[in-house]
T-cell receptor, first 113, second 117 residues
Framework: AQSVTQLDSHVSVSEGTPVLLRCNYS??????LFWYVQHPNKGLQLLLK??????LVKGINGFEAEFKKSETSFHLTKPSAHMSDAAEYFC???????????FGSGTRLSIRP | KAGVTQTPRYLIKTRGQQVTLSCSPI?????VSWYQQTPGQGLQFLFE???????NKGNFPGRFSGRQFSNSRSEMNVSTLELGDSALYLC????????????????FGSGTRLTVV
């Protein structure tokens, strides 16, 4: 079955240290992949998207993600965490054979001062 | 330009009642999708509308329905409310019907928080 898995439900890092949020998808032809962020009591905001172009995708707020077909992964990274990055992050995938999009279960990112 | 607008922001209803939620997409966007977000189930796809037609549907009972108007505004209706329907309902708009080749992603509204008591 087509799916997307976010490997960590909660990640906690210190301010100024790197962030890694992991996402794996089930293999398919050229999926489109997205990362969204949701701050408390807010809607979802698109961070970045991969659509068969460059495998390293740069997004807003210093985030980037690398599409690795061999590992079926699309991990989200940021070199230096900021307090304002504390939020819930969703990895989202669209597959060739389906038209609806599938959300991961989310990763809550906490930033320690 | 204005973002996706969902009204109302908060709603409290009693079991058995029905509720209608509204979503106004970004101007020019023709596709509107609805999602239910709960702590236990995460984000789940309800349905997608494009050009006033439902194009995709998730795995929700028939109590959940929707429609889209000619101006692309969409409404979602839930009848015979149950306690488990308490959730944040998110609406997302995009320029075109969701396809793997879509490059723009979706723009989400802030949601309507529905509490059923």
């Amino acid at each position: 079955a087509q799916s997307v898995t976010q490997l960590d439900s909660h990640v906690s890092v210190s301010e100024g240290t790197p962030v890694l949020l992991r996402c794996n998808y089930s293999s398919s032809y050229s999926p489109s992949l997205f990362w969204y962020v949701q701050h408390p009591n807010k809607g979802l905001q698109l961070l970045l998207k991969y659509t068969s172009a460059a495998t390293l995708v740069k997004g807003i707020n210093g985030f980037e993600a690398e599409f690795k077909k061999s590992e079926t992964s699309f991990h989200l990274t940021k070199p230096s965490a900021h307090m304002s990055d504390a939020a819930e992050y969703f990895c989202v995938v669209q597959y060739s054979s389906a038209s609806k999009i599938i959300f991961g279960s989310g990763t809550r990112l906490s930033i320690r001062p | 330009k204005a973002g996706v607008t969902q009204t109302p922001r908060y709603l409290i209803k009693t079991r058995g009642q029905q509720v209608t939620l509204s979503c106004s997409p970004i101007s020019g966007h023709r596709s509107v999708s609805w999602y239910q977000q709960t702590p236990g189930q995460g984000l789940q796809f309800l349905f997608e509308y494009f050009s006033e037609t439902q194009r995709n549907k998730g795995n929700f009972p028939g109590r959940f329905s929707g429609r889209q108007f000619s101006n692309s505004r969409s409404e979602m209706n839930v009848s015979t409310l149950e306690l488990g329907d308490s959730a944040l309902y998110l609406c997302a708009s995009s320029l075109e019907l969701s396809r793997p080749s879509a490059v723009h992603g979706y723009t989400f509204g802030s949601g309507t928080r529905l509490t059923v008591v």
